[in-house]
């Protein structure tokens, strides 16, 4: 199985920029469709970006396009959210996580069809 460890997170002004990363271990992120999510206080786990397996397909969330872009990093063995114009709503703890895919185009936004989740990185986004 792989294990995922989010990292980049912390505090930035409104229209700032954050790049997280999601570092993988155990077995190559390539083998996986790869998604971020993330969780306020108070409010379910909410899709924000995901990528397909050979990194060609990719999905945002609305709240998020046009702002923020995922990326593979083979290299890393790890997959980036590169996170610009950022909002206070965008604060929240971000979290990455890996669906085992056969196919290399397929994409998934729904958290419950993820498998392997990271402990979460903190984004706070301050006035």
């Known amino acids: 199985q792989v294990q995922l460890v989010e990292s980049g997170g912390g505090l930035v002004q409104t229209g700032g920029s954050l790049r997280l990363s999601c570092a993988a271990s155990g077995r190559p992120a390539s083998n996986y469709a790869m998604g971020w999510f993330r969780q306020s206080p108070g409010q379910d786990r909410e899709f924000v970006a995901v990528?397909?397996?050979?990194?060609?397909?990719?999905y945002y969330a609305n709240s998020v396009k046009g702002r923020f872009n995922i990326s593979r990093d083979g290299a890393k063995n790890a997959v980036d959210l590169q996170m610009n114009s950022l909002k206070l709503e965008d604060t929240a703890v971000y979290y990455c996580?890996?669906?085992?895919?056969?196919?290399?185009?397929?994409?998934?936004?729904?958290?419950?069809?993820?498998?392997?989740w990271g402990q979460g990185t903190q984004v706070t986004v301050s006035s």
């Open positions: 996580a890996a669906r085992p895919s056969s196919t290399y185009g397929s994409i998934w936004y729904l958290a419950k069809e993820y498998v392997y």
């Open positions: 990528i397909s397996r050979s990194g060609g397909s990719t």
